[in-house]
């Protein structure tokens, strides 16, 4: 079973930029969610590899970018003007293309292989 493989993150001041990287290969549809304490897993950004389309949740749009390297075979979340609000575990996601991919672009359901999450915490 394919894996994917996190790095990046950490502890960054409010207004400060962090970058999320993700190992991944051979899947189409690659996305991040975050989770805080006690709440749900929100999806925050998704890539479709082929198209390059890409989908962001209204609370990140404008300071998140998305974006695979596939000569490296790796996706990134690139966060910028963090605020407290953006503190979470971030997740990577994957699926292979089909096609209802953009309504559950932002959508647990829509993704079978997730990475083991990666912290980030701003601080006022």
């Known amino acids: 079973q394919a894996r994917l493989v996190q790095s990046g993150g950490g502890s960054v001041q409010a207004g400060g930029s962090l970058t999320l990287s993700c190992a991944v290969s051979g899947y189409y549809v690659i996305a991040w969610f975050r989770q805080s304490p006690g709440t749900g897993r929100e999806g925050v950004a998704c890539i479709h590899d082929g198209s390059n389309k890409v989908i962001y949740s209204d609370s990140v749009k404008g300071r998140f970018t998305i974006s695979q390297d596939n000569t490296k075979s790796t996706n990134y979340l690139h966060m910028t003007d963090l605020g407290p609000e953006d503190t979470a575990m971030y997740y990577c996601?994957?699926?292979?293309?089909?096609?209802?991919?953009?309504?559950?672009?932002?959508?647990?359901?829509?993704?079978?292989?997730w990475g083991g999450g990666t912290q980030v915490t701003v601080s006022s």
């Open positions: 996601a994957a699926s292979q293309w089909w096609p209802g991919w953009a309504r559950f672009a932002l959508s647990e359901s829509g993704y079978d292989q």
